[in-house]
């Protein structure tokens, strides 16, 4: 066997131009195959990560997928407010270590406007551990401050000091503007690649500045609305807030607070657990990642295909080849394995430079990608995934090697017939 892999190699080495494109071909195929499955992977754990450290998420009553949507993701609304009075006393609850209040239902050009406390960006965790840091400015300090997601300030256009408007409701186009009550910016925050970069964060009472005045959705009169210079002592506590975020002081209570949330007697309230409720809406959205991992692998298909149209068209070149071997004493069945084992050759390369331009590729767009699109791709060792489908191109180019393998089989095994006869 090992004099076969010493002639698949001279072989090989004597055709090294098509022998080179083949393997580079092959490369290319896995590198593509791996670098889907990693960013699939890594778009997973981010999406199921898009908040961490967060025991429960409370909001009113209604569908858990929809509480998920808009007190993480910014999406759609809420059917109905908390009370203050009731955030409050499960704010007190023995087993709550920390809670955030999130106040949403208003916008800045198509953008989600979240009221919120400094908690926020002390208690919000995403990626597992990672913390929101600042990439200009600092948190809010008075009630007309806000901070701005990275693609908001990148989109926009906008810097530090910059006076915004606020529009009230949440679609892209809105017919009344806070205009009486001008932000201006004090923060802008690191891209993360959650729906924190999407979002302009102010302050609960600058939440409630802006609606000062008005009725069931109704803004107060032209001559009645209240400026920023009105705002001196007035009490700005909020009344309702949207949702909260919840954390507790161990994750055995997890399901006693969530309990005791759920039956809360003063109003209806729902009690979800952040990351279930992630891999549900997850489930849900999984025809994606399926379809590009099929793409990739039509890619492999054709990779393999086109190793094997070389292997079959250079078969008419090496008749010669065959021949002379043929007339040294070589059998039938070896000739069979040379072929394979040119093929498993070819193909062990061609993972080899894949392997190799993966992490090539990782090491020189990594930054790049975590700062544009707020997703770190690690770089490691392939894992399980990774290991069983180079497993799976391998026993495909294994499969592909029997075809030329047969041909040269039989062709050898006829000419030695006819020398015979």
């Known amino acids: 066997m090992i004099a076969i892999l010493q002639l698949a190699l001279r072989s090989l080495y004597n055709r090294r131009g098509t022998a080179l494109l083949t393997v580079f071909a092959i490369g290319l195929s896995v590198t593509l195959l791996l670098g889907v499955e990693k960013v699939r992977t890594e778009v997973r754990a981010s999406f199921a990560h898009s908040i961490s450290g967060t025991d429960l998420v409370v909001g009113a009553r209604g569908g858990s997928m929809q509480l998920l ?96 408007t606020l529009a009230h409701g949440t679609g892209p186009i809105s017919f009344v ?20 970069d999407r979002t302009v964060h102010i302050t609960l009472e600058g939440m409630e500045a802006i609606h000062l005045g008005w009725h069931n959705g109704t803004p107060p009169p032209p001559g009645q609305r209240p400026n920023p210079e009105s705002l001196a002592g007035l009490d700005l506590t909020p009344t309702a807030i949207t949702a909260f975020l919840v954390g507790l002081d161990s994750r055995m209570a997890t399901f006693q607070v969530q309990r005791h949330i759920n ?89 080899v430079l894949g392997l190799g331009l993966l992490f090539l590729t990782l090491y020189l767009t990594q930054p790049w990608i975590q700062s544009h699109f707020g ?17 799976l191109f391998l026993a495909a180019a294994l499969v592909a090697s029997l075809i030329p393998g047969y041909q040269a089989y039989r062709h050898a095994l006829a000419e030695g017939l006819i020398a015979k006869i």
């Open 177 to 196: 503007d806070h205009d009486n009550m001008p932000f201006r910016v004090t923060g802008i925050l690191q891209r993360t690649g959650t729906p924190v």
């Open 375 to 391: 997703l770190h791709l690690a770089i490691h060792a392939p894992g399980r995934p990774e290991w069983s489908l180079l497993g």
């Open 69 to 164: 949507l808009y007190a993480v993701f910014r999406l759609g609304g809420a059917t109905h407010n908390i009370s203050w009075q009731s955030y409050q006393e499960i704010r007190e609850h023995p087993r709550v270590a920390w809670t955030v209040p999130l106040s949403l239902g208003d916008s800045h050009r198509g953008y989600p406007v979240l009221g919120t406390t400094e908690a926020y960006f002390e208690r919000y965790r995403y990626a597992r551990t990672r913390s929101l840091a600042f990439a200009a400015g600092e948190a809010f300090a008075e009630p007309l401050d806000a901070v701005l997601g990275a693609e908001v300030a990148a989109q926009l256009g906008y810097d530090l000091g910059q006076s915004i």
């Open 263 to 351: 039956d809360y007697r003063a109003e209806p309230l729902l009690a979800i657990l952040p990351g279930v409720a992630l891999e549900e809406l997850w489930s849900l959205m999984g025809v994606a990642e399926q379809a590009l991992l099929l793409v990739s692998g039509f890619v492999v298909l054709v990779s393999l295909l086109g190793m094997l149209a070389v292997m079959l068209a250079g078969l008419r070149e090496r008749r010669r080849e065959m021949a002379i071997l043929r007339s040294v004493g070589a059998r039938p069945r070896q000739i069979f394995l040379l072929l394979a084992s040119e093929t498993l050759l070819l193909a062990l390369s061609g993972i």
